[in-house]
Nanobody, 115 residues
Framework: QVQLVESGGGLVQPGGSLRLSCAAS????????MGWYRQAPGKQREWVAG???????MYAESVRGRFTISRDNAKNTVYLQMNSLKPEDTAVYYC?????????WGQGTQVTVSS
């Protein structure tokens, strides 16, 4: 079974915060690192943040210091806490994992940062 389901997107004012969640099937979550990507209209999908099975994190320069990725192994869920949001953060955000022999994506959740 392959399943990644994002939630938590919405409309927020500049400077505001949102927390995105990605619920994963245990067969995927227990195997590989997890990551967040985003795609704005007319732009290529870009990597945002990643977290290893052991909890090590990495961030794109554009979000470092503002976003925090974390995982709850008991709930098979990865989170993206987004603070100090800017209009340029507006995009569809996707959860992703790449275990050996696979490349899996969620359906995406829309984040809109606007006054």
């Amino acid at each position: 079974q392959v399943q990644l389901v994002e939630s938590g997107g919405g409309l927020v004012q500049p400077g505001g915060s949102l927390r995105l969640s990605c619920a994963a099937s245990r067969s995927i979550f227990s195997i590989a690192a997890m990551g967040w990507y985003r795609q704005a209209p007319g732009k290529q999908r870009e990597w945002v943040a990643g977290i290893s099975r052991g909890g090590s994190t990495m961030y794109a320069e554009s979000v470092r210091g503002r976003f925090t990725i974390s995982r709850d192994n008991a709930k098979n869920t990865v989170y993206l806490q987004m603070n100090s949001l800017k209009p340029e953060d507006t995009a569809v955000y996707y959860c992703n994992t790449k275990p050996s022999g696979g490349d899996y994506w969620g359906q995406g959740t829309q984040v809109t940062v606007s006054s």
